[in-house]
């Protein structure tokens, strides 16, 4: 599979990401292109080709023209879902900002409602992690790995006053990501490009095993170092991750309807498209008794099964996120019972069967045409499937 390295030997920024993505194929044209569906204005986007201590990189700088301005993150947010960029980008970029979000409101003590972003609010910030995320995309990149970051030492001037690197939200994002200081005197990793690494990648250390690079790309970074402040992008090939999907997985919370309505919502979910639903007994704020409903569901059904949580429940918010799943390998084996055939479900992991079911959607229906009891038709089935692999 299509899979990037970076090596963040001296730090990482928005402008660094893009600068190194059109270093490696991503058309400058394309990035204009789709820089231009967001609805913003008073700035210029300037693209040209530096030398860093005699490595030639690709620096693009968004030059503000008007007012800066700030923005919540509901927001940030709307702005982009508004775009007409293709969806996989206008969701991960949001995802981004909702890691932003998060960071700012801890560090100051506020719910994240009540952010309003600063340097990362301004028009650059949402071009970077726009223009970032539709690079990964164009150059079809599945996955994203990443060295430890070296991202500085010392203070830096923030809008809340002078702050030790790296800056606190910086800090919050770089949870579980490895990092050094380094003994350069410089903020080195800028807080949005924390938040595209810890959103984006899946690992960080040494490159991923089998990984073989294709193309190597630099962007540049604005300042003037002894070493070259430079994001290095290596582009290339992993081999397969075997029987690893992405789904996505929608949940809310619904603390006032009966289980019976819940139950009919969990069919509705299925029908729409969801590969799995199910709910689970909470307690919500103020000691109230709920439901958790969740689904998992791939991209295309995605927004079906959202709209059937809206419709037919009372939340009025659907949490979501990308997650991966393992599968064993799956195959139907039809068998003959004195009923009539059967689908037994054979799972398989390493050449091993681990799991063995008749289908149950079968046995009921030869159940209810019959009249035979439907455990017996299960275990004519599974006694028939055991027979042919004697």
């Not at 690079?213 to 290339?236: F, H, Q």
């Not at 039809?334 to 009923?339: L, M, Q, R």
Request: net charge negative; charged share 20%.
């Amino acid at each position: 599979m299509r899979a990037v390295y970076l090596d963040s030997f001296s730090g990482l920024s928005g402008n660094m990401f893009l600068g190194a993505l059109v270093d490696a194929g991503v058309p400058e044209a394309a990035l204009r292109n789709e820089i231009a569906k967001i609805n913003i204005k008073g700035f210029s986007l300037k693209v040209e080709s530096v030398n860093k201590c005699g490595i030639q990189a690709t620096h693009i700088d968004v030059d503000l023209t008007s007012g800066h301005h700030h923005r919540g993150l509901s927001d940030i947010l709307k702005l982009i879902r508004e775009t007409e960029l293709p969806e996989a980008v206008k969701e991960k970029a949001c995802l981004v900002f909702q890691r932003l979000g998060a960071a700012e409101a801890k560090v100051h003590g506020m719910p994240i409602e009540k952010v309003h972003f600063h340097e990362v609010g301004a028009v650059d910030a949402i071009i970077d992690i726009v223009g970032t995320v539709f690079g990964f995309y164009y150059l079809g990149i599945d996955r994203i790995y990443c060295s430890p970051l070296r991202v500085g030492r010392g203070f830096v001037k923030a809008a809340h006053g002078i702050m030790p690197i790296p800056a606190p939200a910086t800090a919050e994002l770089l949870h579980g990501i490895p990092w050094y200081p380094g003994d350069i005197d410089k903020e080195l990793v800028t807080p949005t490009g924390a938040a595209l690494v810890a959103e984006l990648c899946s690992g960080f250390g040494d490159r991923p095993s089998g990984f073989i690079a294709e193309k190597t790309a630099y962007g540049a970074g604005t300042w003037n170092l002894i070493i070259p402040n430079v994001l290095r992008l290596s582009v290339g090939t992993i081999p397969e991750e075997k029987n690893v999907d992405t789904r996505w997985l929608l949940e809310a919370n619904v603390d006032d309807s009966t289980p019976e309505v819940i139950a009919f919502v969990i069919d509705k979910l299925m029908a729409a498209g969801a590969l799995d639903a199910w709910i689970t007994p909470i307690i919500m704020k103020k000691g109230r008794p709920a439901f958790l409903i969740s689904a998992l569901t791939d991209e295309l059904q995605k927004n079906a099964v959202e709209d059937v949580v809206f419709a037919e429940t009372s939340s009025i918010g659907v949490r979501w996120q990308e997650v991966k799943r393992t599968v064993a390998d799956r195959s139907i084996v039809p068998v003959a019972t004195e009923w009539g055939s059967v689908g037994v479900k054979v799972a398989e992991r390493n050449g091993q069967v681990i799991n063995v079911a008749p289908e149950f959607g079968d046995c009921r229906a030869l159940a209810d045409q019959t009249g035979a009891p439907l455990k017996k038709i299960y275990q004519a089935a599974m006694n028939a499937w055991s027979a042919l692999k004697r």
